[in-house]
């Protein structure tokens, strides 16, 4: 008969095997779980990846074609149809009918520099009339009179005028790149042609992340790896087989385990005008080998021990301890050190007086992607421009989001003025590469403050502070990367003193004024016109050049009754000259966030409404920038302004992120050149170019063209003869306040007026 002390000391041993059984059992569980959790998680990632790479595929065919139709618009082409005598006879060298041909496809290389290396016109028997490799024309002996034989030739005449033909990416003989072909049919007097032009397939390739994640594009009739995140682009393929079941599978979508990695999959299929059949995939390594994911096999076995309690209680308590620790020196939304955790390593890296330097680097017009696309799309840019700044920072660098929601810090220990200097500019090189954010292409600007310890700050604080200042600078003055300047630092204190300063100004004081610089009719002489330029004359500080407060303001809330002081001085003004029988339309600038205010447009109509000024005496100016910070929205409120009236201009064309499609329908009226340009002109052959093709594309667009920056009668003289329409310059005036207008404009109208006679 078995004792009760045996049944006692056996229930004890099934109890406590039991409790373990029970205890494995949960890990287990748990560890499935978790696993199950971070393969779905990792799906879902993959997935999001894929969604932004097909919408990047599909936008770059639709960039293709809408690139290929404007083109198509554009008259050269039928006027060289309609230009009386042969082929022969019209491509002879440095002939004016060829030169438009030349400058047309060389300009369509000029607005998307290293997308399109090649482009030519190409009559209906297969020969060439004028092809363009990297911006240098072909000569008449070096064109081909085969191109009948090449693979997009028949299929775009079989289609006709006005549709698009995207032949299967090849090798380009020209560029030796793969590529794609766009090509459009031109009719014309009897006459059928094509423009044909290659986007480089390399455009395409997403770069491999830290975490293994790459993306393809496999060519689903041979199973081809065509382009790949960890490979150079060619079109013979990387050789790599690993997508082959898929390609096999014929799928149109999926997620798949290739191997040792997880793939998610979209087919794109060809059409009738698009002969690429496309696999884009996007691929990371596969979460895990077993339930044992993130467990030792010593941790496993301690499960079956006495002090499994003891070490799980201590396990918990560490992740946590760890958790509320990278809480308090990480930030939430990006994952870099914030600035508790930037201070503390910047403060150990300056100990015993070693160098070091600290950037500070600010997103300019952030706050319009939250405005415009939402906070949900501005978080998905700000994690993108960490992941940028972690990548292109040096292995000894920290890089860290503090203060505001768009200001990132870098450590740089051991850095001398050279060293931080070349890792700024590296830095905001890579944030100035277009940001896809979901279906949308997000361009961003930024500047960059910088620091040096111990010169400019011996603790973690002072040298934050003074990289700040630095950064404040740089934006006031219009400058990439600013180095600190203990001249130059009013810092807060003085900033905000010079913003109270101005809200003054506009509200009661005398202080603001409007000058007035003429613009010239190059075929008449005569007065077309008057740009107002802001002037501030401070009660102590003197004269504030604009280049200080106006980016000042565009970075508050005060660049909008700003605005609307200059609108009123201006408006009054104009009507003031219309009352005296010499109407002179006036021309003022915008900033983007008038362009983005829906009631901006109304607003104007309300002052033309109660001074009585006609619409057509205002125009408004404003840069290729702004018109393509929000297109959509800034298009709103130019169609309402043009509808009512009022002459739109682009400023400064050629120094901003031109787009030929949005400036074929953004409803302007005038392009004005850069100064830099027109300045360039006489000694440099690129800018003469550039100026003559601005000129032809304003004019095909039925757009008037101002040359800003005119300063001699030799630049005269080459605008006349490269058929631009108005100039304005130091060489008919500067700018100047009213009544010095008012009497420059009686001499310069006398003067004129004999010269006439």
């Known amino acids: 008969m078995i004792g009760w002390s045996a ?197 395409l390739r997403m770069p491999a992340t830290t975490s293994g994640r790459a993306a393809s594009i496999i060519d689903a009739g041979t199973g081809r790896v065509m382009v790949d995140s960890r490979a150079a682009t060619t079109t013979s393929g990387t050789g790599d087989r690993m997508f082959d079941p898929i390609v096999t599978d014929g799928g149109l979508t999926g997620t798949t385990t290739l191997g040792d990695r997880r793939v998610a999959y979209q087919r794109l299929p060809a059409t009738l005008n698009n002969a690429n059949d496309w696999y884009v995939a996007v691929s990371a390594p596969v979460y895990g080998g077993g339930w044992t994911r993130g467990f030792s ?41 914030n600035r508790a955790l930037f201070t503390e390593r910047t403060q150990a890296a300056l100990r015993g007086g070693r160098p070091a330097a600290a950037l500070i680097v600010n997103l300019r017009g952030f706050r319009n992607v939250n405005d415009v696309l939402g906070h949900k799309h501005g978080d998905q840019l700000l994690n993108q421009v960490a992941q940028r700044l972690v990548k292109a920072a040096p292995a000894d660098a920290t890089v860290a989001r503090v203060g505001g929601a768009d200001d990132f810090a870098v450590l740089l220990p051991g850095a001398d003025l050279a060293e931080a200097r070349a890792a700024a500019e590296a830095l905001l090189a890579v944030l100035h590469r277009t940001f896809m954010i979901d279906e949308f292409h997000v361009d961003v600007e930024a500047n960059a403050g910088m620091a040096l310890a111990p010169e400019h700050g011996a603790d973690a604080e002072t040298l934050l502070r003074h990289a700040d200042s630095a950064l404040h600078l740089a934006k006031e003055q219009g400058s990439a990367v600013q180095q600190y300047d203990p001249a130059s630092d009013g810092n807060t204190a003085s900033r905000l003193e010079l913003l109270g300063d101005l809200r003054r100004a506009i509200g009661t004081d005398d202080q603001l004024s409007l000058h007035y610089q003429p613009k010239v009719s190059l075929a008449t002489g005569r007065v077309t016109g008057a740009e107002a330029l802001i002037r501030w004359q401070h009660p102590v500080r003197g004269k504030v050049f604009p280049d ?168 005269v003289v080459a605008l006349r003869v490269l058929g631009c329409d108005v100039a304005q310059g130091y060489h008919y005036a500067r700018p100047m306040p009213a009544a010095d207008f008012d009497q420059w404009f009686a001499d310069y109208t006398a003067r004129l007026a004999v010269t006439v006679a």
């Open 7 to 203: 049944v006692i000391r056996h229930a004890r041993a099934a109890a406590f095997l039991t409790g373990l059984l029970v205890l494995v059992f949960s890990v287990f569980s748990s560890a499935l779980v978790g696993r199950d959790k971070q393969v779905a998680q990792q799906d879902h990632a993959l997935g999001l990846t894929l969604g932004q790479q097909v919408a990047a595929v599909k936008n770059y065919f639709e960039q293709s074609r809408a690139i290929a139709e404007v083109l198509a618009d554009s008259p050269v082409f039928i006027d060289f149809f309609q230009a009386p005598g042969t082929t022969e006879e019209k491509i002879v060298e440095g002939g004016p009918v060829l030169e438009r041909v030349d400058d047309a496809l060389a300009y369509l290389e000029q607005l998307y520099p290293s997308r399109i290396g090649e482009a030519c016109f190409v009559d209906s028997s297969g020969r060439q009339i004028a092809r363009i490799v990297n911006g240098i024309p072909a000569k008449t002996a070096e064109l081909r009179n085969y191109e009948n034989k090449t693979q997009y030739f028949t299929p775009t005449l079989n289609l006709g005028p006005e549709r698009v033909y995207q032949a299967q990416a090849y090798t380009s003989p020209d560029t030796q790149h793969a590529v794609i072909s766009n090509s459009i049919v031109i009719s014309a007097s009897g006459h059928t042609g094509i423009v044909h032009f290659e986007m480089a397939l390399d455009a």
């Open 548 to 715: 200080v407060f106006i980016p000042m303001a565009e970075s508050t809330s005060l660049i909008h009754p700003l605005t609307s002081h200059v609108l009123e001085l201006a408006v009054a003004q104009a009507k003031s000259w219309a009352d005296r029988g010499t109407p002179i339309p006036v021309a003022v600038n915008l900033s983007t966030r008038c362009l983005l205010d829906p009631g901006f447009a109304a607003q104007v109509f309300g002052l033309l409404y109660r001074t009585g000024l006609p619409a057509h005496l205002l125009k408004l100016e404003i840069t290729e920038s702004v018109a393509m910070a929000d297109p959509e929205k800034a298009l709103t409120v130019l169609r309402a302004l043009h509808d009512g009236g009022i002459s739109l201009s682009i400023d400064d064309f050629g120094t901003g992120h031109s787009s030929m499609t949005y400036l074929q329908h953004l409803p302007v009226d005038e392009l004005k050149i850069d100064k830099s340009f027109v300045q360039a002109m006489a000694t440099s052959h690129g800018d003469e170019v550039l100026v003559r093709t601005a000129i032809t594309l304003a004019h095909n667009l039925g757009l008037s063209v101002v040359a800003e920056g005119v300063e001699d009668d030799a630049a």
């Open 297 to 337: 096999v010593a941790s496993l076995a301690l499960l079956l021990g006495a002090l499994l309690t003891i070490l799980i209680s201590g396990l918990s308590f560490f992740s946590h301890s760890r958790s509320v620790r990278r809480a308090a020196t990480h930030d939430a939304l990006t994952g870099l050190p």
